[in-house]
């Protein structure tokens, strides 16, 4: 299978969350600036979300859907030369885009690419169509990783891949066996895990996974009190 070189890049605090009161402290603050350092230096060309997080980014904006007879089957690119990518997981059709372009302070422009599945509406593929937002169909109602990986290369030329969170896209493309790396900031701070994401979960209605092994490759302090883990995913 040709497909990205896929490195999961995040940051959490020391009981694994990756949300939550404790990203307000000072000490995470300054490891959020090291975060964006690092997933600069990493030079991938196309950062992946999933639905909970770009809704975030999006300021939980909803599509404006319009009745549509019927959309072509199959997928839909609407730009494949961008220099950098946005990869939103999206199989329900919930994210309410502006445009084809995603904007924000202090990360360069990306075209959007939305993950679906056959089960996504037509109307909501006839929206994406409208606003220039391309969109991959990757398995029939539950997410298939391994054809989203394999179509970011053959459409778009995509050769590596920063995984963001949550915790759900995270988990299920580790279990794909599609992860090669995790980048890890751990932040010096618990708050009892009152925040509702963890860097891996399960989605609920899919069965359990296997335990995955990872090999230390770097590990080092940063930040006040922080640290740096690297890892390569084993096997």
Same mark, same amino acid.
């Given at each position: ?30 490891? %959020?600036? !090291?975060? *964006? ?7 991938? =060309? @196309? ?5 909970? $997080? ?29 220099g950098f990518y ?9 994210? %309410?885009? !502006?445009? *084809? ?7 360069? =422009? @990306? ?5 679906? $599945? ?112 690297n890892y390569r995913t084993r096997?």
């Amino acid at each position: 299978m040709k497909r990205p070189y896929f490195i999961c890049h995040i940051l959490s605090s020391l009981d694994g969350r990756i949300n939550g009161p404790f990203m307000e402290m000072a000490s995470t603050r300054q490891l %959020g600036a !090291e975060y *964006g350092r690092i997933r600069t230096e990493l030079g991938a =060309d @196309a950062w992946l979300y999933g639905t909970a $997080t770009t809704k975030e980014f999006t300021g939980f904006r909803k599509p404006q859907l319009k009745e549509t007879a019927e959309v072509p089957e199959g997928d839909f690119i609407a730009y494949a030369g961008a220099g950098f990518y946005y990869v939103s997981v999206d199989t329900k059709g919930e994210i %309410g885009w !502006e445009s *084809g372009i995603w904007k924000a302070s202090g990360r360069p =422009d @990306a075209h959007v690419i939305e993950v679906l $599945t056959e089960s996504t509406l037509p109307a909501y593929k006839a929206y994406l169509r409208r606003i220039g937002v391309s969109y991959m169909i990757c398995g029939k109602e539950n997410l298939d990783c391994r054809t989203a990986a394999e179509k970011l290369a053959q459409h778009f030329g995509i050769e590596k891949v920063l995984v963001c969170g949550g915790g759900m896209v995270n988990w299920s493309f580790l279990q794909a066996g599609i992860i090669d790396e995790l980048s890890l900031l751990l932040s010096p701070v618990t708050d009892a895990g009152a925040g509702q994401a963890a860097l891996f979960t399960r989605i609920p209605s899919l069965p359990e996974g296997k335990p995955v092994e990872f090999e230390l490759k770097k590990a080092e302090p940063l930040g006040a009190g922080g640290l740096y883990l690297n890892y390569r995913t084993r096997g």
